[in-house]
């Protein structure tokens, strides 16, 4: 994956959408950045993607999500603009997790 410059605009995004890292630390990681982005960014941040970072790189990011971070609506958008899919293929989806797995039984209540 591409790395990041770490401009001024890129590490605020990065401060504001990953909240839970330290903006280098978001950077250092593009296509985890690139898709919290993509899923809960403003149109600022967008614009200010839009002046560094290359629409092959958003491509590229969108090939490489991380599973957990792009909702349908998003995944779905994206997919359409920066691929030209649609139907979109399914997200990334986490490691044994089947999301038409059964769930499990609940536990009966104890007896008194």
Do not use: C, N
């Amino acid at each position: 994956m591409t790395r990041l410059p770490r401009t001024p605009a890129l590490l605020a995004v990065a401060r504001r959408v990953v909240w839970f890292k330290k903006p280098e630390d978001a950077l250092a990681d593009p296509a985890h950045f690139l898709a919290h982005v993509m899923t809960y960014g403003t149109i600022r941040d967008l614009a200010a993607l839009d002046s560094v970072v290359p629409r092959s790189v958003l491509r590229e990011a969108l090939e490489h999500a991380p599973p957990g971070i792009f909702d349908p609506r998003s995944w779905a958008y994206w997919q359409l603009v920066l691929a030209g899919r649609s139907p979109p293929p399914p997200p990334p989806a986490r490691a044994g997790i089947s999301p038409d797995a059964p769930a499990a039984p609940a536990s009966a209540p104890p007896r008194a």
